[in-house]
């Protein structure tokens, strides 16, 4: 079964397919100076662009990893979250609380997703 990655950078892929899934890395702002709302909506857009480039889409996520730098952004986060999400296909969820490596970051968003007829 072959590996395929995308969004390659120096020391990580943005994404690995393996099989029927898709393996999210960590997902970060593009623009940091943005609020907690704000970074999750721009990785929500990544996390959008990289499973559609893999061949499926939010419906199929099946588990997702989020870290706030301060759990106090929980409220913020879930704004951005709760626009976005399909509620016909609410994938497990765990937020945690931990430092990011870089201070500017508030949100950093991973998970799983499985690709239809794969």
């Known amino acids: 079964m072959a590996i395929r990655r995308l969004a390659e950078e120096g020391r990580l892929s943005g994404a690995v397919v393996h099989g029927a899934l898709v393996y999210l890395a960590g997902q970060v702002a593009d623009d940091p100076s943005l ?70 970051w508030r949100v950093e968003i991973t998970g799983i997703a499985a690709i239809p007829d794969a």
Request: no cysteine; aromatic share 2%.
């Open 35 to 104: 609020d907690a709302e704000g970074q999750t909506a721009d990785i929500l857009r990544q996390i959008d662009a990289l499973l559609a480039e893999a061949g499926t889409d939010k419906s199929q996520l099946l588990t997702v990893t989020i870290v706030l730098a301060d759990i106090r952004d929980a409220p913020a986060m879930n704004r951005a979250w709760d626009r976005w999400l399909d509620p016909a296909a609410k994938p497990a969820r765990i937020t945690i609380e931990a430092p990011l490596v870089d201070p500017a």
